[in-house]
């Protein structure tokens, strides 16, 4: 096993989670920690989708928002309006 974040993961995940900790009382240390590996690989998976989304859609509001104030792409007229409203709502709280 090349990344030490797995046993460290494993090691985290029997001393604070009761839960797990009973689990491996049950079935046995081996299936324990094929479960916490499979957690673990899991919960890096879902990490690394989920930033890599949420930066995506920084990188592309942070285009847009360049694009519409220096002119390039003009906002509907209803658009304008809602985050003019918006504004004014804002500033009498």
């Known amino acids: ?3 030490w974040y797995y046993a460290i993961f494993l090691v985290c995940l029997f001393v604070f989670n009761q839960a797990f900790k ?3 009382e049950v079935y046995g240390l081996i ?15 879902v990490f690394k989708v ?3 989304t949420i930066i995506f859609i920084a990188i592309v509001c942070g ?3 360049f694009l ?5 792409i003009e906002l509907p007229a209803e658009l304008a309006n809602l985050f003019n409203l918006s ?3 804002h500033s009498f709280f």
């Open 1 to 3: 096993m090349k990344k």
């Open 22 to 24: 009973s689990y491996v």
């Open 31 to 45: 299936e324990g920690v094929l479960v916490g590996l499979t957690i673990a690989f899991l919960c890096k998976l």
């Open 50 to 52: 989920v930033t890599k």
């Open 63 to 65: 285009i847009l928002v």
């Open 68 to 72: 519409v104030s220096s002119g390039y």
């Open 87 to 89: 504004h004014i709502f």
